[in-house]
Structures are given as C-alpha cells and as structure tokens.
C-alpha cells in the first residue's frame, strides 16, 4: 500500500538508505512498505482495462446500430418512392435483431416499420386471395386484373409469388383478354351501326310524321280556302 | 382491497391522457412489454393460439375462485414482437384476475377512446381486436359456467 505517514515516498526513503550505505546481502535495502503489491498492480490494471474497454466497446456497438438503423431507414424512405425497396429495408431492419445495443427510439422506430410492412404484405395476400378466389371460380380475366391493378412491392412468399407471377404474366390470360377486348370492340361496332340506323330511321319518322302534318295542314287550308 | 375494473380502466386512461409525445405511447408498449413475464413453455398448445394475430399470441385461461387468470405470450420467429406483447400486457392490466361480469361490464370501444388505435398498424389493430374478442369469449364462457 502507499505509504506517505513519515511525508516522504517510499522511494525517496529508498535512495537515501542506498546513499546512506544501508544494504541487506550486499543489495541496497528495499522500502519496507511498497506502493502496492504486484497482484494489486495486475488487478488494477485489469480493471482499468475492463473499464476502457467496456467502454470503447459501448460506443463500438452504438456506433454500428446508428450506422445500421441509418442504413434500414435510409432504404425504407427510399422506398415510399420505390415499392420494391420495402423488402430491402424489412430484410435490414431485420438484421437489426443481431445487434447488441436499441435504444427506445430505434426500437420504436423498427416495430412500426416492420408494422407497416406486415401490413403491405397482408394486403398483398388478401389480393392474392381474391386472384386465387377468381381463378377457382375459372374467371382469369378478374384475377389478372386483381394481380396486375397491384402497383405495391413483391412481398408474398416463394410460392405465393411463383402463382403471383404466373397469372400477371399468363400469355393464355392475355390471350383472352385481347380476345374479350376483341369482342367487346366488335360489339361495340355493331352497336354504333345499330345506333346510327336507328338513328336514321327515326329521323326518317320523324320525317314522315312531320310531312303528314305538313300535308294535313295543306290539306286544311285548302279546304278553308274552297268555303270562304 | 383490490383494484375494480374501473378504477384500472381510469389508471390506464389517465396514464393515455398523460402522453405528450407521439412516442410515449410507443415507449409505454415497450416498457409493458419487457416486464411482462412470458408463459411455461409447457402451456404453449395450438388451441390457445388467438386466431387472426400476425404473430403467434397464446392466450391461456384459469378459472379460479370466481376469478379468469390468464397467461399471455407472444412470439415472431425470429423477430421479437414488442409492441403485440406490450399490447396484450396492457389488456391484461385490466382484465387479469377479474370475475367474468367484471370483463363484460368494459365497453369493448375503452382502448379506442383512450387513443390506443391512433397510429397502430391495421395488422395490429386487428390482432388486438382478436385478443379482446377472445376475452370476452372467455369471460362469457366462465360466466355461464359460475351460473349454473
């Protein structure tokens, strides 16, 4: 233990009993109470490494969460803008599980990003439940219509979004729905020819029927004319 | 003497109407979270899993003394789902260790006027609806039970 009681350091003490020639086996006579003992030292030492370590350790792992939740949070704006950026920041945020400091605020802020995502994604598998729905009740047209009016990320499972796909991208849906359109168009057609002929002869009715007045009216004149 | 339903229902409401910040709520969730003491694994059957949560909530009853006790937990694979489990903790403040009349007697809209719905996430909501809808299952079931 340190040792000041007489108002001088151990070693001081020391060189002067070296100067005053006091030796024990021909060696300068050491201090009888030492500084501290070498277990002390060690045990001093390794604490005050704990202690810096510890700390610089903390600030390690609050730097690689700011980094990381930066990161997450810089893919999850990106993805307002672009729907396909929503699984990016969801698998990122869901890295941050590893990391060994969350504050309040982070955490806050991956629960409800997570949240809004879990809810894209239902929304996306009710969708995909109408599609499948659709398709049972053997009306392709309406399920590519559902998968295809979905401007949302892909975030269905592996084989949810194989069938996803398989309907967006079906050439036999396509197929008919160009031949519905096709038809629809022709009908269309043919119902501007048969709104124009009925056109046409209502204007010849009326036609008709106003010269049936006009005549009567002619008829009448003549008639008043032949009494007067 | 122990809490009324009541009087916890006018804590929880007080502590709501005490939030300033957007995040307080949040962070009461969180808090509510962690101290909640999950369930024996041993619990955990298929039957007490509340239908229509995203994430897989357990709810398991006890019908004692006149009294539903109830165990709540809540997992996400390999996320940890926070904010359900602060959710069903906080119903559990107010329904834990009622008699079956007591749960019936709230008015199922409480959690809506104090603000809880504000900013919850649809899946959340719903899941909580979930979670209040098979309390009063239970409470209706006991109570039936405690009348015959």
């Not at chain 1, 605020?105 to 729905?133: F, P, V």
């Not at chain 1, 084989?159 to 967006?168: L, S």
């Not at chain 1, 119902?191 to 009925?198: F, G, I, Q, T, Y």
């Not at chain 2, 006790?69 to 602060?86: A, C, K, Q, W, Y």
């Amino acid at each position: 233990m340190f040792s000041f009681l007489n108002g001088k350091s151990p070693f001081d003490e020391a060189e002067e009993k070296l100067e005053a020639g006091e030796t024990v086996n021909g060696r300068p006579k050491l201090p009888q109470a030492p500084i501290m003992g070498w277990q002390d030292g060690v045990f001093l030492l390794v604490l005050i490494g704990l202690i810096v370590g510890g700390y610089y350790y903390y600030q390690h792992t609050k730097q690689v969460s700011a980094e990381t939740f930066a990161k997450c949070d810089s893919l999850y704006v990106a993805a307002e803008t672009n729907a396909a950026k929503y699984v990016e920041a969801e698998s990122c945020y869901n890295e941050t599980w590893e990391l060994s400091f969350v504050s309040d605020s982070m955490e806050i802020l991956r629960q409800n990003r997570l949240g809004s995502i879990e809810d894209l994604r239902n929304h996306q598998k009710d969708l995909y439940a109408d599609a499948m729905g659709a398709l049972a009740a053997r009306d392709s047209i309406a399920a590519y219509n559902i998968v295809n009016n979905y401007k949302g990320p892909m975030l269905l499972n592996r084989g949810d979004a194989k069938d996803w796909n398989n309907i967006a991208n079906s050439e036999a849906i396509k197929a008919s729905i160009a031949a519905a359109a096709a038809r629809a168009d022709s009908i269309a057609k043919a119902k501007a020819v048969a709104d124009s002929l009925a056109q046409v002869a209502a204007e010849l009715r009326a036609k008709a029927v106003a010269d049936s007045i006009e005549q009567a009216n002619k008829k009448a004149s003549k008639r008043k004319r032949k009494k007067v | 003497m122990s809490e009324s339903i009541v009087e916890r229902q006018e804590k929880i409401r007080a502590k709501f109407a005490s939030f300033g910040d957007p995040d307080d709520k949040w962070k009461f969730l969180l808090d509510l979270a962690r101290e909640h003491k999950g369930m024996d694994a041993a619990l955990k059957a298929e039957k007490f899993i509340i239908q229509g949560c995203a994430s897989t909530m357990y709810l398991v009853p006890k019908f004692d003394g006149g009294k539903i006790h109830f165990e709540m937990d809540v997992e996400g694979g390999t996320t940890n789902p926070l904010i359900s489990r602060g959710l069903g903790a906080l119903a559990l403040q107010i329904f834990n260790d009622m008699a079956p009349a007591d749960i019936l007697s709230v008015d199922p809209t409480f959690f809506q006027q104090i603000g809880l719905n504000v900013g919850l996430s649809p899946t959340r909501s719903n899941g909580f609806a979930s979670l209040l809808k098979q309390i009063y299952l239970y409470a209706r079931v006991f109570d039936a039970i405690s009348k015959k």
